[in-house]
C-alpha cells in the first residue's frame, strides 16, 4: 500500500539488516550496521520501505556512502516509484562534503542519480525541492567550477529549509550546507558559527541523530571553538557504534583540545571498524590521527607498530568507489603522513631525509615526503639534498595552481618556505631563514587546516621556535612555541620547547611548569624513553 502522507519511521537498534546489496558495494557489506542512530525522515515512498530508507539516510549521516547506497537500492527494488532513494544516492555519489576530490566517474554517477530523481516524479512539493537542490551539486560540472556548485547548493539547501520548516531534516542538511562552504581563511568563522548553532538548537529534540553530532564536530572543528563540541564528541560514537566515522570523528575534537588517550582510544575502535568493513581509505584515516597522538605522549612504539602495517593496506585504496567517509585522497594523504610524522615528531632528521616518495593522483599527498625529506636533510647537515626536495614542492605547488586547487597550492608552498629556511639556516644565512620561516607561520596563521589531518606535519610557527633555539633567541623562540600552542595544544615539541626555552631565557617558574606539563602528558611513554623526556624527568619540581 502506497501512503499519500509521508510516513515517519525510526531507524535504531531494532532496525532489521538491508536484505539484499548492489554487487559493486558488496566488499563494505559483509557486516551490515544496525546501530546507527535515529533517523526519521518522511518521505511519500511505500510504507513498506520507510524504515529501510530511514536506514539509508542514517548511513549517509555518518558518511558511509557506499552502505547508504546498498539501503537506497534495496528501497528502489521493492518500491521503483521512490524518487527520494534516487536522492540519497545522489547525496552519497557527492561523498565527504569535507574531501575536496570527486573524481569524474564519481560526478557523473551522481548526476544520474539526481537526473533519475527528477524523472521519477517526485509526489511532493518538499520532495522536489530536495531533488532541484541536489542536483546543483552536479550541474555543468565538466564547466562549473566546484566552489560556485558548493554555493549554489547551499542557497538551495536554504529554500528548502526556510519553505519547508517543519523538516527538521532539512535544517539539519542545510546546516551541513553551510559549513560546507566555509572557506579555510575565514578566520571569523562565521559558516561555522551559523552551522553550529542551527544544529545546537536541534539538539535537544534529536538527542540520538547522527547528523546532528556529527556535523557540530565538523562546524566546531578549528581550536577557539573545539571546546564546544567536546559534548557532540562524546555522544557521536555512543549514537550510532556501528559506523567506522561515528567512532573516528570524535577524535577531530580530541586532537584540537590535546586529549589525546581519548583520541586513541576512539581511533583503534575506528580502524578495527573500518578493517572489518574493507574500508581502506577510512583505515588509513583513523590510523594518521591515531599515530599522531601516540607520538604527542612518547609512545612510539605503538606508533612504530602502525607503520608497518600501512603498506598492505594502502594497497587496498579504491579511487572511484563511494566509499565510507574518507575518499581515496585521505588514504594517499595517511599513507605518506604517518611515516613523516613518525620522524619529525622524533627528531629523527636522517630517518625523515631516507623517506621513499611515491607518486598518486594526487599532488599534495605526495607533497608530505618531500618536505619531510627536505626537512631532515637539511636539519641534518645537508642542504644541497634537502634543496633537490624544495625544488619538487615548487613544483608540485605549481601544478596544484594550474589544476585551480588553490588550497593545496596554498599549503605545499607552506611547507616549501619552511624547508627553504632549514636550508638557508643550514648554509649560514640565519636571518634569510627566520625571515622566511616567519613568512610561512603568518600563512599557516591565515589558513585552517583540512578535515583530512589531524594538524600540519609539523607547524611552521613551532619550527619558528626551534630555529630561534637554535639561534639563541630563547626569548623569541618562546613566544613562537606559546603562540602555536594556543592552535595545537598540548603537542610534544611545543611543551618541550617551550620549556627549553624558557628555561634559557632565566624563566625558571615558566620553564618548570613546562616541563611538569609534559612530565605528566607523557606518564605513559615507552621505556627506554625519549632523552628529551628522560631530561624532563630529571628537572627540579
Not at 583513523?286 to 602495517?309: E, I, S
Not at 613566544?479 to 617551550?498: C, S, V, W, Y
Request: proline share 6%; charged share 25%; aromatic share 8%.
Amino acid at each position: 500500500m502506497r501512503s499519500s502522507i509521508a510516513l515517519i519511521s525510526t531507524v535504531g537498534i531494532a532496525v532489521l539488516a538491508a536484505a539484499g546489496a548492489e554487487a559493486q558495494h558488496q566488499h563494505e557489506s559483509a557486516a551490515v550496521p544496525q546501530r546507527l542512530g535515529t533517523v526519521q525522515f518522511a518521505t511519500s515512498c511505500d510504507t513498506a520501505v520507510q524504515a529501510e530508507y530511514n536506514r539509508g539516510v542514517a548511513l549517509l549521516h555518518s558518511f558511509w556512502f557506499s552502505a547508504a547506497i546498498d539501503s537506497f537500492n534495496t528501497v528502489l527494488a521493492k518500491d521503483p516509484g521512490c524518487a527520494m532513494a534516487h536522492w540519497g544516492i545522489a547525496m552519497s555519489w557527492w561523498g565527504n562534503p569535507y574531501g575536496g576530490f570527486r573524481s569524474p566517474a564519481a560526478l557523473a554517477s551522481g548526476r544520474t542519480a539526481a537526473d533519475k530523481a527528477r524523472t521519477a516524479s517526485p509526489k511532493t512539493p518538499r520532495e522536489r525541492d530536495y531533488i532541484a537542490a541536489v542536483a546543483q551539486l552536479y550541474k555543468d560540472f565538466e564547466t562549473v567550477d566546484q566552489r560556485s556548485r558548493i554555493l549554489a547548493y547551499e542557497r538551495a539547501m536554504e529554500q528548502v529549509a526556510a519553505q519547508h520548516s517543519s523538516d527538521p531534516e532539512a535544517r539539519i542538511f542545510y546546516a551541513l550546507a553551510v559549513d560546507q562552504a566555509a572557506l579555510p581563511t575565514d578566520r571569523t568563522y562565521a559558516n561555522k558559527l551559523k552551522a553550529g548553532a542551527i544544529l545546537e538548537k536541534e539538539l535537544p529534540a534529536q538527542p540520538d541523530h547522527p547528523g546532528v553530532t556529527h556535523y557540530i564536530i565538523h562546524s566546531y572543528d578549528v581550536p577557539s571553538l573545539a571546546p564546544r563540541a567536546l559534548d557532540a564528541a562524546r555522544r557521536y560514537s555512543k549514537i550510532a557504534p556501528d559506523a567506522p566515522h561515528a567512532l573516528h570523528m570524535p577524535s577531530h575534537t580530541f586532537t584540537r583540545v590535546g586529549y589525546w588517550d581519548e583520541s586513541i582510544e576512539t581511533n583503534v575502535a575506528s580502524a578495527a571498524s573500518a578493517r572489518k568493513h574493507n574500508a581502506a581509505s577510512e583505515e588509513l584515516h583513523a590510523l594518521d590521527y591515531q599515530v599522531y597522538a601516540y607520538l604527542q605522549l612518547a609512545q612510539d612504539a605503538a606508533a612504530k607498530k602502525v607503520l608497518a602495517v600501512i603498506p598492505s593496506i594502502g594497497d587496498r585504496i579504491r579511487v572511484n568507489d563511494a566509499g565510507n567517509a574518507a575518499p581515496a585522497p585521505a588514504g594517499f594523504y595517511a599513507l605518506a603522513a604517518i611515516p613523516a610524522r613518525h620522524a619529525l615528531e622524533r627528531h629523527a632528521w636522517r630517518e625523515a631525509a631516507a623517506l621513499e616518495p611515491r607518486e598518486t593522483p594526487f599532488p599534495w599527498t605526495d607533497a608530505v615526503t618531500y618536505f619531510a625529506r627536505a626537512l631532515g636533510a637539511a636539519r641534518s647537515g645537508n642542504p644541497a639534498a634537502a634543496s633537490k626536495d624544495v625544488d619538487k614542492l615548487a613544483a608540485l605547488s605549481a601544478a596544484l595552481e594550474a589544476k585551480n586547487e588553490g588550497y593545496w597550492a596554498g599549503q605545499v608552498d607552506i611547507q616549501r618556505r619552511v624547508a627553504a629556511a632549514w636550508v638557508a639556516f643550514a648554509e649560514g644565512r640565519q636571518d634569510d631563514g627566520l625571515a622566511m620561516l616567519r613568512e610561512a607561520a603568518a600563512m599557516e596563521d591565515a589558513t585552517e587546516k583540512s578535515a583530512v589531518t589531524p594538524g600540519p606535519i609539523t607547524p611552521a610557527r613551532e619550527q619558528l621556535g626551534e630555529m630561534l633555539l637554535e639561534a639563541k633567541r630563547p626569548a623569541d623562540a618562546l613566544e613562537a612555541f606559546e603562540q602555536t600552542m594556543k592552535e595545537e595544544p598540548n603537542r610534544f615539541r611545543g611543551l618541550h620547547g617551550a620549556a627549553m626555552a624558557a628555561e634559557a631565557a632565566g624563566d625558571a617558574p615558566k620553564s618548570r611548569t613546562y616541563y611538569a606539563r609534559l612530565v605528566e602528558m607523557c606518564r605513559n611513554a615507552d621505556t627506554p624513553v625519549r632523552p628529551e623526556l628522560q631530561a624532563a624527568r630529571g628537572k627540579p619540581d
